[in-house]
């Protein structure tokens, strides 16, 4: 049983590590898109320190900080958007 354990654990640990990469690798046209996923920037973020080396952090972090910062600007301007619909609603309707 432990055997079937770990074994399984290093699959699934090498499939994270492929999704992960092809994360990095999306055409950054695509930033804001996946800023909405389930599996986006945080989930992923959380994922390179289970999964990456301190080498591979330092080589692909700048990619991960620009998605990050994405992010924060797309949750930024949705609650933007929120509070002028609420003030709309409530001085104009």
Known sequence: MNCFVLTNRQRSAKTKE???QSFLD???TKYVE???EVEGPNYWLVMT???WSKENWNQNKIKMLE???ILTQVNYLLYCYII?????MVYYL
């Open 84 to 88: 002028l619909c609420y003030i709309i």
């Open 18 to 20: 492929k999704n992960l």
């Open 34 to 36: 996946s800023s909405y």
């Open 49 to 51: 320190l289970l999964l």
């Open 26 to 28: 999306v055409a950054k």
């Open 67 to 69: 998605r990050l910062l």
